[in-house]
Protein backbone atom coordinates (compact mmCIF):
# COMPACT_ATOMS: atom_id res chain seq x y z
CA UNK A 1 0.00 0.00 0.00
CA UNK A 2 0.98 3.39 -0.47
CA UNK A 3 2.44 5.16 2.02
CA UNK A 4 2.06 9.56 2.18
CA UNK A 5 3.62 11.68 4.28
CA UNK A 6 3.17 15.35 4.31
CA UNK A 7 5.65 18.47 5.08
CA UNK A 8 5.23 22.13 4.43
CA UNK A 9 2.73 23.58 7.43
CA UNK A 10 3.35 25.71 10.21
CA UNK A 11 2.53 29.29 11.45
CA UNK A 12 1.97 31.98 9.53
CA UNK A 13 -0.37 35.49 9.49
CA UNK A 14 -3.73 36.53 7.58
CA UNK A 15 -3.01 36.84 4.36
CA UNK A 16 0.35 35.11 3.64
CA UNK A 17 0.76 31.87 1.33
CA UNK A 18 2.29 28.40 2.12
CA UNK A 19 2.69 25.10 0.01
CA UNK A 20 2.20 21.74 1.83
CA UNK A 21 3.75 18.94 -0.47
CA UNK A 22 2.83 15.12 -0.20
CA UNK A 23 5.79 12.64 -0.90
CA UNK A 24 4.30 9.24 -1.57
CA UNK A 25 6.14 6.06 -1.27
CA UNK A 26 6.43 2.11 -1.72
CA UNK A 27 3.71 2.76 -5.05
CA UNK A 28 3.42 5.05 -7.92
CA UNK A 29 0.44 7.22 -7.37
CA UNK A 30 0.21 7.64 -11.17
CA UNK A 31 -2.39 5.97 -11.57
CA UNK A 32 -4.83 7.39 -8.83
CA UNK A 33 -6.53 10.54 -8.00
CA UNK A 34 -4.98 12.59 -5.44
CA UNK A 35 -6.36 15.09 -2.73
CA UNK A 36 -6.21 17.09 0.43
CA UNK A 37 -8.30 17.32 3.17
CA UNK A 38 -8.49 18.95 6.71
CA UNK A 39 -9.57 18.15 10.01
CA UNK A 40 -9.84 20.73 13.29
CA UNK A 41 -10.56 19.69 16.64
CA UNK A 42 -14.20 18.32 17.30
CA UNK A 43 -15.32 18.08 13.78
CA UNK A 44 -14.84 15.91 11.17
CA UNK A 45 -12.47 15.59 8.42
CA UNK A 46 -13.40 17.93 5.25
CA UNK A 47 -12.83 17.86 1.71
CA UNK A 48 -10.36 20.60 0.46
CA UNK A 49 -9.10 19.84 -3.24
CA UNK A 50 -9.13 16.44 -5.12
CA UNK A 51 -6.61 16.12 -8.43
CA UNK A 52 -6.93 13.74 -11.15
CA UNK A 53 -4.54 10.99 -12.09
CA UNK A 54 -3.28 13.02 -15.29
CA UNK A 55 -3.25 16.32 -13.57
CA UNK A 56 -6.00 17.81 -15.80
CA UNK A 57 -8.91 17.46 -13.29
CA UNK A 58 -9.12 19.34 -10.24
CA UNK A 59 -12.17 20.09 -7.64
CA UNK A 60 -12.35 22.43 -4.60
CA UNK A 61 -14.01 23.23 -1.63
CA UNK A 62 -16.02 26.34 -1.96
CA UNK A 63 -14.32 28.39 0.66
CA UNK A 64 -10.99 27.75 -0.90
CA UNK A 65 -11.99 27.75 -4.86
CA UNK A 66 -9.31 30.31 -5.82
CA UNK A 67 -7.23 31.01 -3.09
CA UNK A 68 -6.01 27.39 -3.24
CA UNK A 69 -4.59 25.22 -5.75
CA UNK A 70 -3.53 21.48 -5.98
CA UNK A 71 -1.39 20.10 -8.45
CA UNK A 72 0.88 17.26 -8.80
CA UNK A 73 4.11 15.63 -9.94
CA UNK A 74 4.19 11.90 -10.86
CA UNK A 75 7.42 11.32 -11.81
CA UNK A 76 8.70 12.72 -8.48
CA UNK A 77 5.66 10.88 -6.59
CA UNK A 78 4.21 14.03 -4.81
CA UNK A 79 1.27 15.87 -4.56
CA UNK A 80 1.10 19.68 -3.92
CA UNK A 81 -1.34 22.28 -2.18
CA UNK A 82 -0.22 26.15 -2.72
CA UNK A 83 -2.33 27.77 -0.63
CA UNK A 84 -2.62 31.73 -0.56
CA UNK A 85 -4.31 34.29 0.68
CA UNK A 86 -4.95 32.42 3.76
CA UNK A 87 -7.41 32.90 6.49
CA UNK A 88 -7.48 32.13 9.83
CA UNK A 89 -10.30 29.51 9.58
CA UNK A 90 -8.08 27.89 7.21
CA UNK A 91 -6.19 26.73 10.63
CA UNK A 92 -6.12 22.95 10.99
CA UNK A 93 -4.40 19.75 10.62
CA UNK A 94 -3.96 19.08 6.30
CA UNK A 95 -4.12 15.62 5.37
CA UNK A 96 -3.08 13.87 1.99
CA UNK A 97 -5.38 11.61 0.36
CA UNK A 98 -4.54 8.26 -1.56
CA UNK A 99 -7.52 7.19 -4.24
CA UNK A 100 -10.11 9.58 -2.24
CA UNK A 101 -13.70 8.30 -3.89
CA UNK A 102 -16.96 9.93 -2.70
CA UNK A 103 -20.13 7.53 -3.09
CA UNK A 104 -23.36 8.58 -3.86
CA UNK A 105 -24.41 9.03 0.44
CA UNK A 106 -22.16 11.45 0.05
CA UNK A 107 -19.62 9.63 2.29
CA UNK A 108 -15.66 10.01 1.37
CA UNK A 109 -13.76 6.79 1.02
CA UNK A 110 -9.95 6.82 1.27
CA UNK A 111 -7.69 4.48 0.47
CA UNK A 112 -4.36 6.01 2.25
CA UNK A 113 -3.69 8.85 4.67
CA UNK A 114 -0.71 10.86 5.17
CA UNK A 115 -0.17 11.45 8.89
CA UNK A 116 -0.86 15.32 8.64
CA UNK A 117 0.77 18.40 9.17
CA UNK A 118 -0.41 21.78 10.76
CA UNK A 119 -1.12 24.96 9.30
CA UNK A 120 -1.79 27.39 11.76
CA UNK A 121 -3.38 31.19 10.05
CA UNK A 122 -3.62 33.97 13.09
CA UNK A 123 -5.27 37.46 12.33
Known amino acids: QVQLMESGGGSVHTGDALTLSCAAS????????MGWFRQTPGREREFVAT????????RYEGSVEGRFTISRDNAKNRVYLQMTMLRPEDTAVYYCAGDPKKSFGGIWHVSAWGQGTQVTVSS
Open 51 to 58: ISSDGDSQ
Open 26 to 33: KRSIRTYT
